[in-house]
């Protein structure tokens, strides 16, 4: 989250020359998003259709770190956080605040629709490793691939190469980077100015990856290397916590100058000024909180976020920060209509604490500082049977469409449809879609069709968050119960992230649902539903049947609100 003015400040300090062979400690968000960043660079950055796709981002992931290996350079570690500090819960509300707020504008300057991409544009395209100028955007823009990085931690777990130095740690990145580097030596390649405060050691460095540079034959690597060190002799402060005073006085007052800053730092005026402010601002580097220890094993095979969950479910009051959608701010946030997945989830974890989870405080679009959007989690004693009735849903969905891809877009429809008629309201967001499919009217860049791909995009995640969560219960303790291991074998199937409905083959997916005996699915599991079944129908038929039938069926039925619970609906002789 940096230090203010810290780099700038500290760069006439630094050395240029090549980055010589060493352990070279990579911290893995900033890693991600500096491959983002390359990939959008000559895209319209107002166009969701020119975002990098997660095939691209993984690949120029991979291609960015060979060419480190080929310049003779050891990677020792590529860390990423999988527990965030309860310190960084301000600065995390404000930071979903401002991308909410930008979503907002987003939204407003686009109301009538999304800019499409320009013709002949490649998604797929070759990326400019080391460009000679560093990307920058300003403006009002989408947000980032909701699952960037988990998408490019599964490629690197995936790889011959990087598998083995790929890690989710409890806790923040940086910290693990700067104690690999304090006890091997070596430099951490980062962009965060945070990583010059902590103690790299005598033979720990910071190169920031936006400095990195390569040569013509890219055969070497140049950067600004920040050599703490040498930095504290050149500034006549004390190694062991020169440059955490320096900062400090920085956090206290950002506008003084570099000379100011290393003379207060000397006489350590604001850590006396300020004892309690000190303390607070230190312990973050001295003694940084982690997750709980029994789960950190574990915690390697899940995702950032879920990581998180997992190693929080002990807490008075766990939260869940979910991946942030492009969904439309006038409607109800498409994490919405999974809900019920994720409460299954949350109850599992309960199997592995033995204590109850009252509820589990989830973090989606905000617009003011909010604790946020509590969800109920069901007693262990429905874990069985909730398990159960959403492994029947799924089994019939499979035995009804014989096709992988259409399960998980028919189930999505499905959540949809159980919301839309537990709010009482007639035509569910998923059916209106799927009609403008087959009147071939359906606009990938209206809000409509992106609200309905996000809502998709959110079940397919929660249902992989039930699938990782299961995978950790399954270690810890008894193990899974056979209700719980037949829907994980149910999970098995669930497509890798880079399959998951995108902006670019949403219409292909929804096509799937209309070809592959998705509607007569869903006219069977929905077959209780009075007011569902006739909307579906009309789906169903061709066309000119349809608008005949317009005449006959022009006044809407009056919706009954039903229970929230998509998984109480379905017909048991299905």
């Known amino acids: 989250m940096g230090i203010p003015h810290l780099r700038k400040h500290l760069e006439p300090y630094a050395q240029r020359g090549a980055i010589q062979p060493s352990n070279l400690v990579i911290d893995g968000p900033a890693l991600a998003y500096h491959i983002l960043n390359l990939s959008r660079i000559k895209t319209i950055k107002n166009s969701p259709f020119e975002q990098p796709t997660y095939e691209l981002l993984s690949r120029t992931t991979l291609e960015w770190l060979d060419r480190i290996r080929a310049c003779g350079l050891t990677i020792s570690r590529i860390l990423f956080d999988g527990y965030l500090p309860t310190s960084k819960t301000d600065e995390r509300t404000k930071r979903l605040i401002r991308t909410s707020k930008d979503l907002q504008g987003f939204h407003r300057k686009y109301a009538n629709g999304m800019t499409q ?9 070759r990326v400019v490793l080391f460009p000679e100028a560093q990307p920058s955007h300003s403006g009002v823009s989408p947000p980032p691939p909701a699952f960037f990085i988990p998408s490019i931690i599964d490629t690197l777990r995936q790889s011959e190469h990087y ?3 790929t890690k ?4 923040e990145a940086d910290v693990f980077c700067a104690q690999y580097v304090r006890e091997h030596g070596g430099t951490v390649l980062t962009s965060d100015s945070d990583l010059l405060v902590h103690n790299l050691g005598p033979n720990g460095s910071v190169v920031f990856f936006s400095d990195i540079e390569s040569n013509p034959a890219g055969t070497e690597l140049t950067g600004l290397q920040f050599r703490s060190a040498d930095i504290c002799e050149r500034l006549s402060l004390q190694p062991e916590d020169g440059l955490s005073c320096l900062a400090f006085e920085l956090i206290m007052d950002p506008h003084i100058t570099l000379e100011q800053a290393v003379s207060k730092a000397k006489s350590k005026y604001s850590v006396a000024a300020y004892p309690g402010a000190h303390k607070e601002f230190i312990e973050q580097y001295l003694s940084p909180e982690t997750g709980s220890q029994m789960a950190v094993e574990a915690s390697v095979v899940l995702d950032p976020r879920i990581s998180e969950i997992v190693l929080r479910c002990r807490d008075e009051k ?17 994490w919405e209509s ?12 309960q199997t592995v604490t033995g204590s109850p989870i009252p509820t589990v405080a989830e973090f989606r679009r905000l617009d003011q500082p909010s604790a946020g959007t509590p969800i109920k989690v069901p007693p262990i004693s429905e874990v069985e049977m909730d398990a159960a009735v959403l492994e029947d849903v799924l089994s019939t969905i499979i035995k009804a469409v014989k096709n992988s891809k259409t399960v998980w877009m028919t189930l999505s429809v499905y959540q949809d449809v159980v919301m839309t008629t537990s709010q009482g309201k007639v035509q569910p967001l ?3 879609v799927l009609q403008q499919v087959v009147d071939d009217k359906v606009d990938t860049t209206s809000w409509e069709c992106v609200h309905f791909l996000a809502q998709c995009q959110a079940t397919y995640y929660s249902l992989r968050m039930l699938q990782q969560i299961m995978q950790y219960a399954a270690t810890q303790g008894k193990g899974l119960s056979p209700a719980l291991k037949e829907l994980q074998h149910c999970l098995s199937k669930l497509p890798p992230l880079p399959d998951f409905p995108t ?4 219409p292909e997916m929804l096509q799937l649902i209309i070809d592959k005996r998705g509607l007569a699915c869903l006219t069977k599991i929905c077959a209780d539903q009075d007011d569902m079944v006739p909307q579906l129908e009309v789906i169903m038929q061709p066309k000119k049947q349809q608008r005949s039938n317009k005449r006959k069926n022009s006044q809407e039925p009056e919706a009954r609100p039903r229970s929230n619970n998509p998984f109480a609906l379905l017909d048991a002789d299905c």
């Open 318 to 334: 766990p939260a869940m920060y979910l991946p942030f959608l492009l969904d439309s701010p006038t409607r109800t946030s498409a």
């Open 503 to 506: 902006i670019f083959n949403f």
């Open 163 to 165: 598998a083995s130095q």
């Open 117 to 125: 991409a320009r013709p002949g544009w490649n998604s797929n395209r």
């Open 430 to 432: 998923s059916l209106k």
């Open 338 to 349: 999974s809900k019920d997945i994720r409460q299954l989830a949350y109850a599992i974890l």
């Open 168 to 171: 989710v740690v409890p806790g």
